[in-house]
């Protein structure tokens, strides 16, 4: 278990920058997850991490060691790699025991420990089986057995669940967050899908365009997004564009055009009078209510426990509406309205 | 990722190096010496070139090797193009079989090949004895140490280097295309001429150079199944080596011949490359 | 319909014209005549006796396995070698080293032996081991570095950067990953080497002495002769040679391929 600092680290291919000057403190123990679309920097920060690429600047510390020159073998980091990169022509037990042969671990303790392992992620009993011969979800696990059982100084792991069917990606998900509360160890996970992100993670560092947006536990992300482009990614998300008309103490008020009365909400960090921004509303605060603002109803999805409303307000907007089914008002226009805590007034993302 | 690589530049070299080294003192140097050779008779520095290229009895080599080249690619590519039109055709056991056939031979030494055409070839061979003897003709044939021999040799041998390439080529074509083709009426000849063969001329481009450029270079068989008066390129350069022992002579027709080679490859590289060719070597 | 048999028919008479005549050496090396007639009116074993009792001949036999068998180290393990850094070559390098490779393999033979019997002759090795392991080795290189490349390129580079990161040095790397993954590559390449070397006839022609001699180079020199059952017994065995070498290298493709 270790601790991992990353100072001004960034890396560029040719004129391509892949990763901008970045910080990074992962305190020990911690489960970071960096999340974002493809070409934000994610898996370039990851590899930089693992020693697989060189950063053009900056340093990284682990342990109070720097380490940025050091090459991967040397490096003590359990890599889980998308697609697994298993040992075709090993079998499940060679491919767990191979880092500890690496280590010269004597036999006795080596069988041992690969035994473990299997009964960690729940494949005792399959160390003898080929590769090929095991599902994706099985595989997955080997994946993560072998890196597991170095006992590294930190866990990484790319996109490992990409390859499983959805069921399965949820089981694994719960898997690695059980193993990650029975032994804690720093762990720095990359993903795009938002839902991993919030399952696993302690803190989830939000990626776009080479650099971290915003990093903070699934709660602050969902509930104090910094800018829209957050918001949009973690979760279903409204957002009407409007002006701002005022910023008090930690609060601000959205002229909307078309809407008779502005939108009030929480007052995201860079705002400033006059200069357009959104207002998120989650489709979860929005809810029928006499007297609010009308709307139609343009579309109903079911989606079992859960009915979306599609609903056009009379400005033109258009917001979704996530209910209870049996919270759901019938007929084709209802009024509608929502917590003013539950609003935040964002600025637009960077461009990028 | 270079990463893992370490002086990876360094290390590319070393691992070339054996190799190179092969190459540049078996293969390279010899090739320079020889260039340089074929400019130093005592006549002048050209004069093997002139000779070579102006004396009659050298230019008839030149046709002949160039007559030889050309029909025994022509000849193999009609028999190829339907044996590779129908490996795409056949059921999965009989493509095995057929492949089998035409890979089987690639593995078998040249000398050995030719030598069986000998024998069966001979005036009293068994092939001249089934003619006379089923009555189709009076006298046995000459098929040995002439053209006709060169020619029924050499294409034998050449035939599964025309195979290949146009295999892959037909196999690339999607089968759907010949059945939309016929399916809008046209006949199997047409559909043949306006779908498969434009589709698949890459292959043949690829077959017909592989085999001229084989051919041009060929040696044991001509030099075996021809006779006298069908000389070919480098049976002159083996004899102007070994009998009349003039270096510089045989060094110039040897550069005439790679640079023979090196036209054809260079024409054929706009549709193929070498590293297909090789390839198909294999 | 009737289009298809006339095709069925056309192609089994090209298989027979592939594979058919080369089998004519077969039964002629079986022959108890001192002549070679196809077929022979009498069957016997005596020329493979007289094969076998004639040291000149049994000489060239173990002279040809001997330059085949170090051919194949040599080229195996430089070709490799060779394959593995242009491996390691930017795009444009890998271009130019792939064309150097193959320039043996379209450089008509006889001007390569022409070239190399001049140089040979004037650095006193014609008629050596020597000569003839470094020529066939260059003519066999192409194919192995070929066979090794194609190996690599199939290989899944995440698992060596997988094997790096828990912790195995690039020996190891090399050793326990690398290797055992285009290891059919290389066999495939080495049994090539071996066909090719053993086959050989021009470059040998020029480079064999009369101590040092491929079999296939005392066939070439009786049969522009005569041509006896003997003859017939030596191009026999080297179609057998050649037919074990084809079936060790469909195995290991098989092999290669479950």
């Not at chain 2, 070579?52 to 160039?66: A, E, M, Q, S």
Request: proline fraction near 5%; hydrophobic fraction near 55%; aromatic fraction near 8%.
């Amino acid at each position: 278990m270790s601790t991992v600092r990353f100072e001004g680290i960034a890396r560029h291919f040719g004129p391509v920058r892949a990763l901008l000057p970045t910080d990074l403190d992962i305190p020990q123990g911690e489960f970071l997850t960096l999340l974002g679309p493809s070409g934000s920097g994610k898996t370039t920060l990851l590899n930089i991490c693992a020693g697989y690429l060189e950063p053009s600047a900056g340093r990284l510390i682990v342990d109070g060691r720097d380490v940025t020159a050091a090459p991967p073998r040397l490096r003590n980091m359990g890599m889980v790699f998308q697609n697994y990169a298993l040992f075709p022509h090993m079998t499940v037990a060679e491919n767990v025991a191979y880092g500890l042969k690496v280590r010269n671990v004597p036999r006795a303790e080596l069988s041992r420990r690969v035994d473990e392992a299997l009964r960690l992620v729940r494949l005792e009993g399959y160390g003898g089986r080929a590769i090929r011969q095991l599902s994706g979800g099985q595989q997955q696990r080997v994946a993560l057995a072998r890196a597991m059982v170095i006992e590294p100084a930190i866990l990484l792991m790319d996109e490992p669940l990409g390859a499983l069917d959805r069921q399965l990606r949820k089981e694994v998900q719960l898997e690695i967050r059980r193993l990650h509360l029975a032994r804690p160890r720093t762990s720095i996970y990359v993903t795009h899908d938002q839902e991993e992100a919030l399952v696993m993670s302690d803190r989830i560092a939000v990626m776009r365009g080479g650099r971290i947006v915003q990093i903070g536990s699934g709660a602050d992300l969902y509930e104090r997004p910094v800018d829209t482009f957050v918001a949009r990614f973690l979760g279903e998300s409204n957002l009407i564009e409007g002006r701002v008309e005022a910023i008090a103490d930690g609060r601000a008020r959205l002229a909307v055009p078309g809407l008779s009365a502005p939108i009030e909400g929480r007052a995201a960090a860079g705002l400033a009078v006059g200069a357009v921004a959104s207002a998120l509303i989650r489709p979860e605060a929005i809810r029928a209510a006499a007297g609010g603002i009308e709307a139609g109803v343009i579309e109903r999805v079911y989606l079992g426990e859960i009915v979306a409303l599609r609903l056009r307000l009379d400005g033109g907007h258009e917001v979704w509406s996530r209910r209870f089914a049996g919270e759901v008002p019938a007929g084709d226009r209802i009024a509608i309205g929502w917590d003013a805590g539950a609003v935040s007034i964002l600025p637009p993302a960077e461009a990028v | 990722m270079s990463g893992a690589g370490g002086t990876s530049k360094g290390a590319a070299a070393a691992l070339m190096a054996p190799a190179l080294l092969v190459v540049a003192i078996v293969f390279l140097a010899p090739l320079v010496r020889l260039f340089a050779m074929s400019f130093e008779a005592k006549a002048g520095p050209m004069a093997t070139y002139l000779e070579v290229l102006g004396d009659p009895i050298y230019r008839h080599v030149f046709v002949n090797t160039f007559v030889v080249s050309a029909t025994v690619t022509v000849v193999a590519i009609a028999i190829a193009y339907p044996t590779a039109f129908a490996l795409t055709r056949i059921g999965p056991a009989w493509r095995t079989l057929l492949f089998a056939c035409v890979l089987f031979p690639l593995w078998i030494s040249v000398l050995v090949r030719t030598f069986s055409w000998m024998l069966l070839l001979e005036r009293n061979g068994p092939i001249n004895r089934a003619l006379v003897g089923s009555g189709l003709i009076d006298q046995p044939l000459s098929l040995l140490f002439n053209r006709t021999g060169v020619l029924i040799g050499m294409v034998q041998v050449l035939l599964p280097y025309a195979v290949l390439p146009i295999y892959a080529a037909v196999l690339r074509i999607d089968p759907a295309l010949i059945r939309a083709s016929e399916g809008l009426g046209a006949s199997r000849l047409r559909t043949f001429l306006s779908v498969l063969l434009p589709l698949s001329m890459r292959g043949v481009a690829t077959a017909a150079t592989f085999v001229f450029l084989l051919a041009l270079g060929f040696f044991i068989t001509p030099a075996l199944l021809g006779g006298p008066a069908s000389m070919t390129l480098s049976m002159l350069i083996d004899s102007l080596v070994n009998e009349r022992l003039d270096w510089p002579l045989a060094a110039a027709a040897s550069m005439v011949l790679m640079v023979a080679a090196l036209i054809v490859v260079g024409l054929a590289g706009r549709f193929v490359s070498v590293r297909a060719i090789a390839e198909a070597h294999r | 319909m009737s289009g298809r048999v006339w095709l069925y028919g056309f192609v089994a008479l090209t298989a027979a014209y592939l594979v058919l005549p080369i089998m004519a050496v077969v039964p002629a090396a079986f022959s108890a005549q001192s002549f070679i007639k196809l077929p022979p009116d009498a069957w016997s074993l005596r020329w493979w006796t007289a094969f076998a009792a004639d040291a000149s001949w049994r000489r060239t036999l173990v002279t040809s396995l001997q330059v085949a068998g170090l051919t194949t180290v040599v080229a195996a393990l430089a070709g490799t070698a060779a394959a593995l850094g242009i491996d390691r070559c930017g795009p444009r390098l890998k271009l130019l080293f792939g064309a150097l490779f193959l320039g043996p393999v379209v450089t008509p033979v006889i001007v390569i032996a022409v070239a190399l019997y001049a140089m040979a002759r004037a650095a006193g090795l014609v008629g050596t081991l020597t000569a003839l392991v470094l020529a066939h080795t260059m003519l066999a290189l192409p194919y192995v570095v070929l066979n090794v490349g194609v190996s690599l390129g199939g290989l899944d580079r995440r698992l060596l950067l997988a094997a790096a990161g828990l912790g195995a040095g690039p020996w190891r790397i090399f050793r326990t990953v690398t290797l055992p993954l285009i290891a059919p590559g290389v066999i495939g390449g080495a049994v090539f080497a071996f066909v090719t070397s053993f086959d050989e006839v021009v470059l040998s022609i020029f480079l064999s002495g009369p101590t040092v001699k491929t079999l296939p180079v005392r066939i070439w020199e009786e049969i522009r002769v005569e041509y006896t059952p003997l003859v017939a017994v030596a191009a026999t065995i080297m179609l057998t040679l050649a037919l074990l070498a084809a079936l060790v290298s469909r195995l290991m493709t098989k092999r290669a391929a479950t």
